[in-house]
């Protein structure tokens, strides 16, 4: 009977230690926000066989989530735009930056109506961040100014963070 509850402490020993030595892995989260902002663009060169523009969009997120991931990130997305009859493709980079000033960046590829982005890098609660997404307008307005354009952007997806 001494033995059995020997070997019995040993054995919970045994897994507890092994159950330490385990990192903990972040589960994948979904995200789902609004970005509505605006964004200043330059034509670099016009034709009808092609068209290049240069554009910088300024504004914020916000979260459709019950969890508010992202809610309140301001967003600074830079790239470049290329028009040819019938096609339109552009590439990429926004940096959003969260209230406690910690960022990540994505980098997006938009070919027609569909843009796919991925997360590259963050700081702060971001390091390290891995996932995906997908974009799309979900509202345009008058241009206010020339060489402007305000809309709103459905940005959903899912990240995860590295295990701690």
């Known amino acids: 009977m001494f033995i059995t509850k020997k070997w019995k402490m040993f054995i919970g020993t045994f897994v507890l230690s092994l159950s330490l030595m385990i ?28 068209t290049i523009i240069t554009f910088d969009f300024k504004g914020i997120a916000r979260s459709n989530s019950e969890n508010k991931i992202f809610d309140n990130c301001t967003v600074f997305y830079v790239g470049v735009s290329r028009r040819t009859p019938g096609k339109i493709s552009a590439y990429g980079y926004s940096k959003y930056m969260d209230p406690d000033g910690d960022f990540f960046v994505m980098e997006s590829i938009r070919e027609g109506d569909e843009t796919h982005c991925k997360f590259l890098q963050g700081t702060g609660k971001w390091k390290g961040i891995k996932g995906e997404g997908k ?7 008058k241009p206010i100014a020339p060489g402007t354009s305000q809309y709103c952007t459905r940005h959903v997806g899912a990240f995860e963070l590295p295990k701690k």
Do not use: K
């Open 135 to 141: 974009v799309r307008r979900i509202a345009v307005g």
């Open 23 to 50: 990192p903990v892995a972040q589960a994948e989260q979904q995200y789902d926000i609004t970005d509505c902002g605006s964004m200043t663009f330059t034509v670099n060169s016009e034709s009808d066989e092609l």
